[in-house]
């Protein structure tokens, strides 16, 4: 199955599934394109990308201690 994602800028489009994700790429200051090529602060350059994902089923996330107040494990679908 083929996913395609989009950035534009200030949101991440997934066609497929119909969601769309406002964020940003780079600090706060470097948001720019001409700021591309700054390494660990400007956004990620232009371009196209190919990413495998292989789908493992249900992720699982279990609360770290000291950071949760009750310990729950919490099961996503995506």
Avoid: H
């Amino acid at each position: 199955m083929k996913n395609e994602l989009f950035y534009d800028g200030q949101f991440l489009k997934w066609k497929d599934k119909g969601l769309v994700f406002k964020i940003t790429s780079g600090t706060q200051s470097n948001q720019i394109p001409e700021e591309q090529c700054s390494p660990d602060a400007g956004p990620v350059p232009e371009g196209n990308y190919k990413v495998s994902i292989v789908d493992q089923g249900m992720a699982t996330i279990k609360c770290v201690p000291g950071r949760s107040t009750n310990g729950d494990t919490k099961k996503l679908s995506f």
